[in-house]
């Protein structure tokens, strides 16, 4: 079974699958040894219902990105998924690729223009391609990604903009839908916007950003979406029970 078999498989059994974010830039692989241990220890320390590993940032300035997918697949059988800021961070190592446009915002670089200079590299790789809707909500606070995309987020005092651009990723044929408050944000994408597009879409919904506590994660779950994606609270050691 495919990872995309799989997630629809799990929006549709209603089961909940939990992404651990890691970002490059902000990973040890200085040194074999000291890289590997660093790994170990990253992985000890994410839960145990993780089921999907998520390799990305929106800058990646030292090009660790195959050298951190390397060190995780080591270590770990979950599979790991590129989410990549830009198409410099494609590298064939990984199990999967979110093939991401930015449906949100104006900036055809990021609605066409990254997955263009990627293309080939994508056609070369044996990555499992999944085209995948991106949606930057905002969450209270300017982001990387919107620093880095030049774009405005949606805002979720807006809800039918959200869910008629969640929609339009749909009939464009995007397999996956992404609603990100972004990496630190104040607030998570609230769970009414959730079920709002859920009810509107009828393929998997992905949501991150913001997510700092279990009580977060389990509303969103409950809200509607098949994968939750955790990233900053992880890094900071903040994540909360």
């Known amino acids: 079974m495919s990872i995309l078999e799989n997630i629809i498989r799990a929006a549709q059994y209603k089961e909940q699958l939990l992404a651990i974010l890691i970002d490059p830039d902000k990973f040890e692989v200085d040194g074999d040894g000291k890289s590997s241990a660093f790994a170990k220890a990253y992985l000890k320390k994410i839960p145990a219902q993780t089921t999907h590993l998520f390799i990305g940032g929106s800058t990646d300035h030292n090009h660790k990105t195959e050298k951190v997918v390397q060190l995780l697949k080591a270590e770990t059988d979950l599979p790991v998924i590129l989410f990549p800021g830009d198409y410099t961070q ?15 915002g104006d900036n055809p670089e990021f609605l066409i223009g990254q997955q263009v200079k990627a293309a080939r590299a994508v056609q070369q790789s044996n990555l499992e391609v999944i085209p995948t809707g991106y949606l930057l909500i905002d969450g209270g606070s300017q982001t990387a990604v919107e620093r880095v995309s030049n774009t405005q987020p949606l805002s979720q005092d807006q809800p039918e903009t959200i869910i008629t651009t969640a929609l339009a990723g749909q009939y464009l044929g995007k397999k996956l839908l992404y609603l990100e408050a972004g990496s630190g944000a104040r607030s998570a994408v609230q769970p009414h916007i959730i079920t709002s597009v859920c009810e509107a879409v009828t393929i998997p919904i992905i949501v991150g950003g913001g997510i700092r506590t279990e009580r977060a994660m389990q509303a969103a779950f409950t809200a509607g979406a098949t994968m939750v994606v955790v990233g900053t609270a992880f890094e900071d050691n903040t994540w909360n029970n």
Do not use: I, K, R
């Open 90 to 104: 494609v590298t064939p190592e990984a199990n999967a690729l979110l093939f991401l446009s930015l449906l949100s």
